[in-house]
């Protein structure tokens, strides 16, 4: 595999740098923000520069790829944490809750109890976000603003699962801030609030903002291992 050129270590340094900054413009302690560096559609050389270079919670959006690439890169790096940021269907549910830490897309009641009933067998539940579609674009995945606080509290009390808090992908052709801003304001009017209060939100384009809005999780890829690999 040729390499790009991308220098991962430098712009992981510049992206952390850029999150301290914005933290302390919005009041919060950056180590409170956790950087998930996206790796989808790098191979497995430009992740080990992102590991080498200290990073070691990732994020991939299809499982069968995060198959193929990561059971090697765990067994080097076991303290690599994974997140789950694509949407999983429910016969995927297994294969998901053997490779991934956490879950991002938690968005209606047949993947809860999915995950609910596959983490009794394995006697371990993933960290789920729930994601909330704040744009309500038909083709994105996410439970409705006006379904969201039925879902969420289904998810805490029927399935019993441990939701650490909400994620959004704001439509690309609006302002992200109202869109985190709701986010937001849904999770409060939810009482997650301490250690549940995880806002995961905010890319490439706009993590800083993210973060001075009070995002916990930012998924950055293009800032870190520059331009895809394939159309992902
Ligand atoms: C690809 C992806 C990201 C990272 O996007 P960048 O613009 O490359 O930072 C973040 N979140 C989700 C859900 C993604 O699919």
């Not at 991308?6 to 301290?20: E, F, H, K, M, P």
């Not at 968005?107 to 006697?123: C, I, M, S, T």
């Not at 309500?136 to 969420?152: H, M, R, S």
Request: proline letters at 6%; a negative charge; aromatic letters at 4%.
């Amino acid at each position: 595999m040729a390499e790009t050129g991308t220098d991962i270590a430098a712009n992981l340094s510049a992206v952390r740098g850029a999150v301290d900054v914005a933290a302390k413009a919005g009041g919060s302690a950056p180590e409170n923000v956790t950087l998930i560096a996206v790796s989808k559609t790098q191979p497995a050389e430009e992740i080990e520069r992102a590991i080498e270079a200290g990073q070691r919670v990732f994020g991939e959006n299809r499982i069968q790829e995060a198959q193929a690439k990561w059971p090697d890169l765990k067994a080097r790096y076991p303290d690599v944490v994974l997140h789950l940021i694509g949407g999983v269907q429910t016969n995927k549910v297994k294969a998901a809750l053997d490779m991934f830490d956490v879950i991002h897309t938690l968005d209606r009641p047949k993947l809860a109890a999915a995950l609910a009933r596959e983490g009794e067998k394995l006697g371990r539940l993933p960290t789920c976000f729930i994601q909330v579609n704040t744009g309500e674009e038909p083709q994105k995945g996410g439970v409705l603003p006006a379904e969201a606080d039925g879902f969420i509290k289904a998810c805490r009390t029927e399935y019993g699962l441990p939701v650490a808090g909400l994620m959004c992908i704001p439509p690309a052709d609006e302002e992200p801030a109202l869109h985190f801003a709701l986010l937001k304001k849904i999770a409060q009017r939810n009482g997650l609030d301490g250690l549940s209060m995880g806002l995961s939100m905010g890319m490439s384009g706009d993590f800083e903002l993210a973060v001075e809005m009070g995002a916990t999780h930012i998924r950055v890829g293009t800032a870190i291992f520059g331009p895809r690999r394939v159309s992902a």
